[in-house]
């Protein structure tokens, strides 16, 4: 136990470190609520469980072996070590000795080494081997990462050193040795200070501890720095994530608003305060990185600096002082901020970069396809697709600062409510002579055929349409079309940053829907159906949406639709789109209808299910300009890596970039895309 001295002096630098923690901690706190509200305080025991699944758990993590495991053995080494600190901290201030168990000492020294195995692995893989995507591209946050990893080596370290010179001075104290006799380390270590006395190996037993504890205080005053402050934000991170529809995490705009003067992030304060939390749980693991079409094609974008680039603007824009104030019996703080240069004013010395622009360049905003691999991987939950579009809503709402060939896509779907720009009044023109319903001629029927711009206006999208129209009338049911009346969904006009002309183009199309008291609405474009059925609802527009896939396998299952010999042999590779796939969980139907196919026989990518590689269409990709390596062409590489005779899709922007690239690998003349629907179509 410590003289009184020893207490004392404990005290004042414990009380040191706690003072910093919690400055840190609150200074953190008025960096984050400096953002806008959102709601994240609903389902409790759904947040609750989910956070205890992903915390304790940690399925995302482990999906990678290798690094999963260390950061398992790490993470929970360290956890449950910090039980062992404690429990050594109250022998050593008040003689109380918690547990005398042998079996909490076996414990204690598998944790201890579970720590120091995964944290210098870590740092082995890091430093030595070099993995790319663990690069944090700073060295001021290495220098950060390197202390981290030093504090939490040597705190261990010398909590093995301390209790094997415990081991040696109470070795002639009655009961004291059966206590450690499952101890294999710390007894290990007891071996090197064998040849000291009791009073000598006493002395150093407490010298180690005094070190031991300095690096656990050094752990609680560094706080504030990201890779110390990951492991305590990560947590609530995870319980204030989205638990709504993965494809409705985009919020609307009220353009009704006199007071609101911009419509997208332009700065640190347009951001919500869980956009402002996600850089500070970020680990900059990576994950997000390695699964990024756009990184993965040398495109400027990876989401991980998307987020480090965030974060270094809080940093450089408020850098709030807290202010403690008790006046009154109240605590309060002040945050005061460098910002006065971010708003212009500071002077020259004082100027920050731009958030959109300059901290992060239109090249990287730009690239993103919003195919929520960046999301779908995330261990802690970050968001990253909604800072995305909140940063191109500031170029097209607030800067008019956009590509060309987006400008052409607005226009076109401004007057003709297509990205083509084709005649509006020739949408339906499509199901000419095939006897299809328009609701403006008989609105009875169970389902609307939302058709889509694709399947309504590009030739090839036209022959999955009527491939769709063909099944549907074998299975007999009743369906009709919007024709003319039909409008685009709106989804590329969303994702490319233009929520005006995307609100506009849904409130038309609400309106034409519930005039002809529309209930249930089928789609053959993933995209068309992640909007309908997740975004239209933001707006009062409430339907039963199914995308084509979903009821051609209920169709089969109930035997309405009768499968005939189907192909003689046909080796197929199906693609799981972005939208059926990461956004809406839909993996199985697709499957489902091809192996009911005779014939085909399936061979999966490497990159499938929700590691699916992305097309490069998706967030308004479709109609922009790409630099580099296409992404549609290393998706096709990725197909013709399994040898197939042909590829399944189940999306209209899948099926034209897969044929552009099989045309980039001069290949389209042998092997073919098709729709799972026209697949089976041949079949009936």
Known sequence: MLSTLGIVIFAIVGAIALYFFAMGALELFTKVTLGQSTSRNDRLGKRLWGTITHAVGQPKILRQAEGGVMHF??????????????HLMCERLFGAVLFRSPVWYLIADIVGLFALVGIIYSGFRRYV?????????????ERLIVLLISMITFMVVFYFLSYGCKIVATASIPGEPERYTLAFISSWVAGWFAGLNPVSARFWEFAFWWIQMIFAFGLLVSFRYSPVIHPAIAPLNIFMRHLGPKGANIESINFEDEERETFGVNKI?????????????CAECGRCQDNCPAYLTEKPLSPKKILAEIKEQIEETVAPKVAVSTAGGHISFAVTKKAEAAEGEGSEEEEVKKLVGERISTDEIWACTTCRACQEECPVFNEHIVKVVGLRRALVLDESDFPGEAQLAFTNMERNSNPWGIGWQTRGDWAAGLGVKELSEDSNVEYLYYVGCAGSFDERIKKVSISLVKILRAAGISFGILGAEEKCCGDSARRLGNEYL????????????????VKKIITACPHCFNTLKNEYPQFGGNFEVIHHTQLIIRL??????????????????????????RYNDEYTAPRQILRAIPGLQIIEMKRNLNKSFCCGAGGGRMWLEEHGKRINTA?????????????????PFCLTMFEDGLKDKEVSETIKTYDVAELLARTI
């Open 73 to 86: 053995l790490h993470f929970w080494g360290i956890a449950i070590f910090a039980l062992a600190i404690v």
């Open 129 to 141: 081997q070099k993995v790319p995507r663990l690069d944090t591209g700073g060295w001021k946050e």
């Open 269 to 281: 304060a347009d951001f919500t305060w869980k956009d402002l939390m996600d850089p500070y749980a």
């Open 502 to 517: 995307f609100q506009s183009l849904v409130q038309e199309n609400i309106d034409n829907m519930k005039n002809y008291g």
């Open 556 to 581: 089969i299952k109930e035997g309405k639709v009768k499968i005939g010999s189907g192909e003689e042999s046909l080796k197929i590779t199906y693609h799981d789109s972005c939208y059926l796939g």
């Open 635 to 651: 998706r096709t590489e990725q197909a013709l890596a399994v040898n197939p005779q042909a590829i399944a899709v189940n999306c």
